[in-house]
């Protein structure tokens, strides 16, 4: 005689149940619940990953037990969700009591993003097209729909809170979403990408990762926009500095300048002989290196060129140097003497501009070189 | 004009968007109290508004202040309709009419809409200037304190303890007034909450009045619950303790005026303090000083006059002469100290006490539980002044309560309780309670003059004096098989006991106790009217005993033998009834070892049937045996042996020997019969019996690290850490199969507990070792095919390792703790304790210092049944008694009752709140407020009650598929009543509610409406605690405010 319910009797156990809730005067949360709600499985999904996790075993559940769990946790979070768009309400709300350390993680948790999304969406607009296309984005990217769809309501409604802000953006983000500080500086990048609408997307960018734009958006932010000239000015920090980029075609002289060039390319010469492998090829590519990040910079006036800017950077200087199989360090050695030796150039007027610009694309080529 | 009410409307936040075009809202507030109204300026276009009003002011008579709610509505102004509500706030001022309560209600408060739920915050803030009013002839009762702990609270010392207070309230149900099919459903939930509020009021203060009559100054226990009767209307109704409290106002100070003696005209010195404090006491910390608490025997007021000689009447052997019973008696003390008490007892109508937990020396001897059922029809309340009838049926069962309570050989009746479940016109009307013999110097005047006398009479000791049996032997109320007391070897007790009240805590127990329920369900044919009500009352005998059945049968499997907190529900419905009785079971060591179950199959058989049955005996051993383990349940033999001296002394012995001789051959026969431990046998004879056995076993065992109980405390975890959650769990299963059977009907029910107690313990399995406590089931049938289940608990978490090591160090420590506090805060006497520990513990017949108070005594009768009446339908049915004669042979109990239930049990630990905390407090800025169905917050010590909180709440949907279902629904308003509850609570300055139980949660649906609509009603006590450590660092009152409340490690679970 069995004594255990057999498991088809469980099931029309379940089917009959009309209600089933748990209330805690503390909100419980569990954290793994918490992570497949947010991955977007259903509960179905999820009570289906939680078995095979074994933990049925360890406490000696039964299936109906982790789906009522489940479902509860689900519904809990449902109800949150609405405080979670506007975090700072989650401490002052009233209907969950939840510890504060716990607050933060919820917060930390639901803003977070699958790498992996966050690399298709970067650099396009947050528009009701963009989301209408996430199916494919999940199809391509393996991440449910259900998640991209919070992850890009996540991103659209950060950029539009703090598109009008003004001050430090990632500050903003910060107090207004209360996330840490490494996930404000990523929202800060998904924010500037999205609003300058760089394009990411082309084939020859497919191996760079998010968290090398992120870190390129980093520089961008702090040494070309115009908070970045002075933290004290209030004004967004989301567009580049218009200014600067007007200029930036001043810095031609580099290469119109036949004297500045040659010297500018014996300078560099001298400096790194026999410090670098790839001083042949140097050597004999000076003159279209230089060309190329000074055109880079000249073009940035016009908004279509500034969203080409990665591509550019990547086609003009990255691809040549890989071909010539340079190492990181040799292209590290080589623009840190490109930007230092321009100091020395008498004729040379625009040093603070080529120093902002120079500062900026050196630490982003180096992020993006990946040899 | 006694009082001034000011209101200030500060700010609003988080409110809903009014205007869609704007997406902002132009809010402004109503504030009215009674018929008078204010209204704030418009603050435009702002979901965050800043009305930062002036004070309003209500001139109002302290009448008005205590019924009326204080009603604030949040609404929305438009120019060319009519302005929008968004919601509204009651405040109950009530905590501001007392001195000793809270003095100022600031706060946010969730803006609640019976539509749409909770919509943003209001702050508001609550001042009342009380003029002192001398009229004699008030109508009001400010100033009684009022308290849902059904123990002497915290701070508290108990003066007097007066007893019994009632009263009920009746009205129409807005809901099934013609208006209401004209009203929008919000304005109907609206009238109904407000009419219930109003209502408490009214009830509370006329409960204020009685307590004022009788002397005293608080309500303790105090349980209200409503009647929804339908068509018929609505009753409110209140039970509770009279009790004059003293506020301690040093808790932790030693030096105490020693000895307080009420006067015997309550009316002219309702309670005084004693000229001559006892000099006896000699310091702070030993438990030998001598203090006397003081019980009065003022009469209890109520409506109808005593008729004690009615009740005489029902019990045949009354009147007989004192020395005649001494003659049939064991010894002559039991006599006195029941005609003592009786005589003190006498002149109250009802001597019952809603309090579960009594100071140390209270309670004498437990007779065991007494409860009465009777079944009633509706019919309409035609004059709501006059709530005639009502009054009369509980006038009916509590007269019933009584007279079993002095079959069973008891004056008293502890841990009382009432409830109704009604069904259509049917309601089934249940009391219950433990019947006890209270200690007489508690109910005597002159206590000090007898205090010496007293410590030359039989001490029982503290740890199983409560056991011992308070009837006549020879005359013994029901079957059982009696003992000598396995603790102290000089008196009888049962084999087992079952009560109402919490375990006492100086109680001697072996191993821990666990939860144990009975379930069962019962198919009814629909009826109507009498048919119906008839039909019930056939059905109710023979569910209570099955659910006797059960529980004894789940106790023996546990190897245990006493069952605390029982509390039998038996709910009722149109094509069924669902019983369901919860109790904490317990090894008390004075009892003697239950013996096993056996199973006899039916006359010979095959021999695959005999196997069949051996193989079920076989698994019934493994099981006791696994959970003797389980629960540490280690046989008292082994004890003694531990102990040393199992034998009694010599003048001990002989005092036995000579009980034995002079006892009649009952005695020596019923001795026989217990040398026989596995007397209890299980017969099974056809397939009912089968099932029950399987159902016996089925009850899954408790996830390792996890321990339940339905009581306050649970015996054998003493080191309480601050894991604190309370929670609320409430399902409902749809029976789909239209032909089903008691069998069937009962599995399903077994196994939709079973698995709610599964999830519960999943779902905290975070806390980890930790216990449920104060478990609380609540069943209902809604609807033909529906059962509801609503269970509230708190799990708690403790330390493991130390629970093991330092039980035995900690039981004795607790002892002295009980006897130090009581002490301190109740003023209980100590004779008792201290002559037990000091060893001298025998002098049995020098009970003749008691004082003689004449009066009549009662000698418990056996022939129960001449009390009970058989009459109409509507009457309890008691046939069963019959039944229960029957079976006696293979059934004992320690209870008895015609038809028996309890709706609450509210149990409290006493003298437990000094518990180690082993978590460090680390700071908090979220003001969390700790809510618990116990007295008690572990680690932590309540240093102001802030008046009580009683809440009612209706919500209702049309739009139940988008609010996520039923589920959706119900969890968002539990939800919101847990926040309403905590803002209140944090309003009035405090940071915790203890005593906390949701006493109603009504759900109905309409899926095919896509409707639902849910009542519930919660209450509790606002209180402030502080951390003990705190309390170390801090020698003076910390701040009010909340903060300082919860560890990290506290209130955090998953």
Redesign the interface.
């Known amino acids: 005689?069995a004594?255990?319910?057999p498991d088809s009797a469980d099931k029309a156990?379940r089917m009959?149940?009309?209600?089933?809730?748990?209330?805690?005067?503390?909100?419980?949360?569990?954290?793994e619940v918490y992570q497949l709600w947010l991955d977007g499985y259903t509960v179905t999904d999820a009570v289906s990953m939680r078995v095979r996790s074994g933990i049925l075993e360890q406490?000696?559940?039964?299936q109906?037990?982790?789906e009522?769990?489940t479902?509860?946790h689900y519904?809990?979070f449902?109800?949150a969700e609405r405080l979670l768009h506007c975090p700072s309400?989650l401490?002052?709300?009233?209907?969950?009591?939840i510890?504060?350390?716990?607050q933060a993680m919820l917060i930390e948790r639901y803003y977070a993003f699958d790498p992996a999304f966050v690399r298709e969406l970067l650099g396009k607009k947050l528009s009701k097209g963009t989301k209408k296309d996430l199916d494919d984005v999940s199809t391509k990217t393996g991440v449910t729909l259900k998640s991209c769809r919070r992850q890009f309501d996540n991103f659209k409604r950060v950029f539009k809170v703090v598109e009008e802000m003004k001050g430090p953006l990632v500050e903003n983000i910060k107090q207004h979403f209360l996330l840490s500080d490494r996930l404000a500086r990523d929202y800060g990048a998904i924010v500037f990408f999205a609003n300058i609408r760089f394009e990411t997307g082309k084939k020859k960018l497919q191996y760079l990762n998010f968290e090398d734009f992120a870190f390129c958006a980093g520089q961008l932010i702090q040494n070309w926009t115009v908070g970045a000239v002075d933290s004290m000015v209030e004004d967004m920090d989301v567009d580049l500095d218009k200014e600067f980029l007007q200029d930036l075609k001043e810095l031609k002289i580099l290469i119109t300048d036949k004297d500045m060039l040659d010297q500018h390319k014996s300078l560099v010469c001298t400096a790194l002989r026999g410090k670098i492998q790839v001083f042949a090829e140097m050597e004999a590519n000076f003159k279209n290196l230089s060309r190329a990040l000074v055109n880079i910079a000249a073009k940035l006036m016009h908004t279509k060129d500034v969203r080409d800017f990665f591509i550019d950077l990547v086609e003009k200087f990255i691809e040549p140097c890989r071909s010539d199989r340079w190492v990181l360090c040799d292209v590290k050695a080589f623009l840190t003497q490109y930007m230092n030796s321009a100091r020395a150039l008498d004729a040379f007027k625009q040093q603070a501009i080529w120093e902002r610009y120079m500062t900026v694309i050196r630490s982003c080529i180096l992020k993006m070189y990946h040899e | 004009m006694p009082g001034k009410l000011k209101v200030r409307i500060v700010a609003g936040?988080?409110l809903p968007v009014m205007d869609r075009a704007s997406d902002l809202t132009d809010a402004f507030v109503e504030v009215k109290f009674g018929n008078t109204t204010f209204k704030t300026d418009v603050y435009p276009k702002s979901l965050n508004p800043q009305w930062n009003s002036e004070w309003f002011k209500f001139e109002v008579d302290d009448e008005d202040l205590q019924d009326e709610p204080l009603q604030i509505t949040v609404l929305d102004h438009d120019t060319y309709s009519a302005n929008d509500a968004i919601g509204k706030v009651y405040i109950d001022i009530d905590p501001l009419l007392s001195s000793e309560a809270a003095t100022v209600i600031s706060g946010?408060f969730?803006i609640y809409d019976t539509i749409h739920g909770?919509r943003g915050?209001i702050n508001v803030l609550v001042k009342v200037d009380l003029f002192n009013d001398l009229n004699r002839f008030r109508q009001s009762s400010c100033g009684v304190k009022f308290f849902c702990t059904t123990s002497i609270p915290r701070c508290y010392r108990a003066v007097i303890v007066h007893g019994f207070v009632e009263e009920l309230v009746v009205n129409e149900d807005p809901e099934y007034q013609w208006i209401d099919r004209i009203r929008t459903p919000r304005a109907s939930n609206e009238a109904r909450q407000r009419l219930i509020s109003l209502m408490s009021g009214e009830l509370q203060r006329k409960i204020g009045l009685k307590v004022l009559e009788m002397g005293g100054n608080a309500v303790v226990g105090y349980l209200q619950c409503f009647d929804l009767e339908g068509e018929s209307g609505l009753v409110v109704r209140a039970i509770g303790t009279a009790c004059t409290l003293d506020k301690l106002s040093n808790p932790s100070a030693a030096l105490l005026p020693a000895c307080n003696s009420p006067s015997k005209d309550m009316k002219e010195a309702p309670f005084s303090e004693d000229p001559n404090p006892n000099t006896h006491s000699s310091g702070p910390s030993t438990p030998l000083k001598n203090q006397t608490y003081s019980f009065s025997p003022s009469k209890s007021y109520s409506r109808q006059s005593s008729s004690s000689d009615t009740d005489l009447s029902l019990t045949p052997k009354t009147g007989m002469g004192s020395g005649g019973s001494v003659g049939k008696e064991g010894g002559p003390l039991k006599t006195l100290l029941r005609q003592q008490t009786q005589s003190a007892l006498e002149h109250r109508e009802f001597p019952f006490f809603t309090l579960t937990c009594f100071p140390m020396g209270f309670l004498v001897h437990v007779g065991g539980v007494v409860s009465a059922r009777s079944v009633k029809l509706l019919d309409r309340i035609h004059n709501p002044d006059e709530p005639e009838t009502r009054d009369a049926w509980w006038e009916e069962i509590r007269q019933e309560i009584k007279s079993h309570a002095k079959a069973l050989g008891c004056h008293a009746v502890v841990g009382y309780s009432e409830t109704t479940s009604i069904c259509e016109e049917v309601c089934i009307l249940s009391a219950s309670g433990t019947a006890a013999v209270l200690n007489p110097k508690f109910l005597q005047d002159g206590c000090l003059d007898s205090c010496s006398e007293h410590r030359l009479e039989e001490p029982s000791p503290p740890s199983c004096g409560f056991c011992h049996i308070p009837y006549d032997e020879l005359n013994m109320p029901f079957p059982a098989h009696l003992t000598y007391c396995f603790n102290c070897r000089r008196q009888k007790v049962p084999d087992v006991l079952f009560t109402t009240m919490d375990l006492p805590l100086e109680a001697a127990v072996t191993g821990k106790g666990c939860l144990i329920q009975a379930r069962l369900c019962r198919l009814k044919k629909k009826a109507q009217g009498e048919a119906n009500a008839t039909a019930i009352s056939n059905l109710l005998p023979f569910m209570e005993y099955e659910l006797h059945t059960q529980l004894m049968n789940k106790l023996k499997l546990r190897g245990m033998n006493a069952l605390f907190g029982l509390r039998i529900q038996i709910s009722v419905g149109e094509n069924m009834l669902v019983g369901l009785a919860s109790a904490t079971g317990v090894y008390l060591t004075a009892l003697p070892t239950p013996g096993g179950i056996q199973i006899a199959g039916k006359t010979p058989s095959d021999i695959s049937y005999e196997q069949h049955i051996s193989n079920m005996q076989k698994k019934i051993n493994e099981t006791i045996a696994k959970n003797k383990e389980l629960y540490e349940i280690i046989p008292p033999e082994s004890i003694d042996e531990m102990i040393g001296s199992p034998i009694p002394e010599p003048r001990q012995r002989s005092r036995l020997f000579r009980s034995h001789s002079e006892s009649s051959d009952e005695v020596s026969e019923l001795d026989l019969s217990h040398g026989k431990k596995d007397a209890f046998v299980l017969e099974i004879d056809d397939a009912d019996a089968v099932e029950d056995i399987?159902s016996l076993?089925?009850d899954a065992p408790l996830?390792t690290g996890f321990y339940s109980c339905n009581t306050e405390i649970m015996p054998g975890i003493y080191n309480w850490t601050s894991g604190v959650?309370?929670?609320?769990?409430?399902?409902?299963?749809?029976?789909?199969n239209t032909n089903l059977t008691n069998q069937g009907l009962n599995k399903?029910f077994n196994?939709?507990c079973e698995?709610l107690l599964?999830?519960?313990?999943?779902?905290?399995?975070s806390m980890i070792p930790c216990c449920l406590c104060h478990v609380n089931f609540a069943v209902a049938v809604p609807e033909d095919e529906?059962i509801?289940v609503a269970v509230t608990a708190v799990a708690m978490t403790f330390d493991k390792d130390q629970a093991q090591e330092n039980l035995k160090l900690y039981v004795d420590k607790t002892l002295m703790k009980v006897i130090t506090e009581n002490e301190e805060q109740l003023q209980f006497p100590l004779e008792l304790c201290s002559d037990s520990q000091s060893g001298n513990p025998f002098s049995p017949i020098k009970g003749t210092g008691l004082q003689e108070n004449a009066g009549m005594h009662i000698v418990p009768s056996a022939q129960r049944a001449t009390s009970v009446d058989y009459s109409s339908f509507a009457d309890r049915c008691s046939t069963w008694i019959e039944l229960i004669k029957l079976k006696a042979q293979t059934i004992r109990r320690g209870s008895i009752k015609t038809t028996s239930s309890l709706e609450k049990a509210s149990p409290v630990s006493e003298g437990h709140s000094r518990l180690r905390s082993t978590t460090s407090n680390t700071g908090?800025?979220?003001a969390?407020?700790?809510?618990t169905p116990l007295s008690f917050i572990p680690g932590a010590k309540i240093i102001k009650y802030l008046g009580i909180i009683n809440m009612f709440f209706i919500r209702e949907t049309t739009s139940l598929r988008e609010e996520?279902g039923?589920?959706?629904f119900?969890?968002?308003f539990?939800?919101?009543v847990?926040?309403m509850v905590?803002?209140h609570v944090a309003a009035l300055g405090g940071n915790a509610v203890v005593s906390y139980i949701m006493k109603e949660c009504v759900?109905m649906?309409n899926p095919n409406k896509n409707q639902a609509q849910c009542l519930i009603n919660v209450s509790g006590d606002a209180v402030i605690f502080v951390r003990e450590c705190d309390l170390e660092a801090l020698p003076v009152q910390p701040q009010t405010s909340a903060a300082q409340t919860?560890s990290?490690g506290g209130?955090?679970?998953?």
């Not at chain 1, 009959?16 to 954290?31: K, P, R, S």
């Not at chain 1, 510890?99 to 716990?102: A, I, K, T, Y």
């Open positions: 005689m004594y255990s319910a156990l009959a149940m009309e209600l089933d809730v748990f209330v805690g005067n503390t909100t419980i949360m569990d954290e406490w000696g559940a039964c109906a037990v982790l009522s769990d479902t509860d519904r809990t449902q109800m309400k401490a002052n709300q009233l209907l969950f009591q510890p504060p350390q716990r | 936040r988080h946010w969730p909770i915050e399987h076993l089925t996830p959650q309370m929670f609320t769990s409430v399902r409902v299963f749809r029976l789909n399903i196994d939709l698995n599964k999830s519960l313990y999943f779902k905290l399995r529906l509801q908090c800025t979220v969390v407020v700790k809510m996520g039923v589920s959706g119900l969890h968002a539990i939800a919101e847990f926040a905590r803002a759900f649906e919860s990290s209130e955090v679970p998953a």
